[in-house]
């Protein structure tokens, strides 16, 4: 069986003013479907988006505990991924809490499984390497962009997209940028993960939702990260 995680960041999913692109959730869901067939499943990380933002935003003020303000944040993605688990199988959702929860839901009979962020510390980002990892699946990062550039392509016209670059590049790429504060498609945990695993890693523009099955099908689309 082949297995694909996909992360679908929140930007894809929901307007600025946190109301639901329904569809392209629609869309979406359709092309998981379709790519779910011929023995291949598929585990969708969701993330948390505007949604998340705002009940971190109004909390800050009043909470210290920044794992406190992170939990908000993983009850919001998780809440995301139970609005599509509902849409698609039109059921009660089922969201694994954990790995070895994931672990279950992938050996059930479940095509496509939704998920949103499990613990403090750890972007959605992460969470999608880490469920790559523990169910040997490939991974597949659908940004509102390309791909992976040399810097921030919202804020900078020169970047460049990069059709294949190691993992060990993309490292020292985003090391250097974080500091500064800018160009955040990846944290170091993410790309510690990929490294260590081994990956086989692919980011590029998510809408149309299209793209997601010419990755699957093996489509050179986007950015390809070679992780040894």
Same mark, same amino acid.
């Given at each position: 069986m082949k297995r694909f995680v996909v992360k679908l960041g929140g930007s894809l999913l929901f307007d600025d003013d946190g109301s639901? +692109? &329904?569809d392209f959730v629609k869309n979406t869901l359709t092309v998981l479907r379709e790519a779910a067939k011929d023995d291949t +499943? &598929?585990?969708?990380?969701? /993330? /948390?988006?505007?949604?998340?933002r705002k009940y971190i935003h109004q909390a800050r003020p009043y909470?210290?505990?920044?794992?406190?303000?992170?939990?908000?944040?993983?009850?919001?993605?998780?809440?995301?991924?139970?609005?599509l688990h509902s849409i698609y199988y039109k059921t009660f959702p089922v969201i694994p809490s954990s790995l070895e929860e994931l672990a279950r839901i992938v050996a059930s009979a479940l095509p496509v499984i939704f998920m949103g962020g499990l613990q403090p510390g750890?972007?959605?980002?992460?969470?999608?390497?880490?469920?790559?990892e523990a169910t040997g699946s490939q991974l597949i990062i659908a940004t509102d962009v390309e791909g992976v550039y040399t810097a921030d392509p919202k804020r900078d016209p020169s970047a460049k997209l990069l059709k294949s670059v190691s993992i060990?590049?993309? &490292?020292? &790429?985003?090391s250097k940028v974080q500091k500064a504060g800018e160009y955040r498609l990846f944290d170091s945990l993410t790309l510690q993960?990929?490294?260590?695993? +081994?990956?086989?890693?692919?980011?590029?523009? /998510?809408?149309?939702?299209?793209?997601?099955i010419r990755a699957i099908e093996g489509e050179d689309i986007g950015t390809l990260i070679e992780p040894a």
């Amino acid at each position: 069986m082949k297995r694909f995680v996909v992360k679908l960041g929140g930007s894809l999913l929901f307007d600025d003013d946190g109301s639901v +692109k &329904i569809d392209f959730v629609k869309n979406t869901l359709t092309v998981l479907r379709e790519a779910a067939k011929d023995d291949t +499943k &598929i585990i969708v990380v969701v /993330g /948390g988006g505007v949604t998340a933002r705002k009940y971190i935003h109004q909390a800050r003020p009043y909470v210290e505990n920044e794992s406190a303000l992170d939990q908000l944040g993983i009850l919001a993605s998780r809440l995301n991924a139970a609005l599509l688990h509902s849409i698609y199988y039109k059921t009660f959702p089922v969201i694994p809490s954990s790995l070895e929860e994931l672990a279950r839901i992938v050996a059930s009979a479940l095509p496509v499984i939704f998920m949103g962020g499990l613990q403090p510390g750890q972007s959605t980002t992460t969470v999608s390497a880490l469920a790559a990892e523990a169910t040997g699946s490939q991974l597949i990062i659908a940004t509102d962009v390309e791909g992976v550039y040399t810097a921030d392509p919202k804020r900078d016209p020169s970047a460049k997209l990069l059709k294949s670059v190691s993992i060990d590049s993309l &490292i020292d &790429i985003f090391s250097k940028v974080q500091k500064a504060g800018e160009y955040r498609l990846f944290d170091s945990l993410t790309l510690q993960i990929i490294k260590r695993a +081994k990956i086989h890693t692919r980011v590029l523009k /998510g809408d149309p939702p299209e793209n997601i099955i010419r990755a699957i099908e093996g489509e050179d689309i986007g950015t390809l990260i070679e992780p040894a």
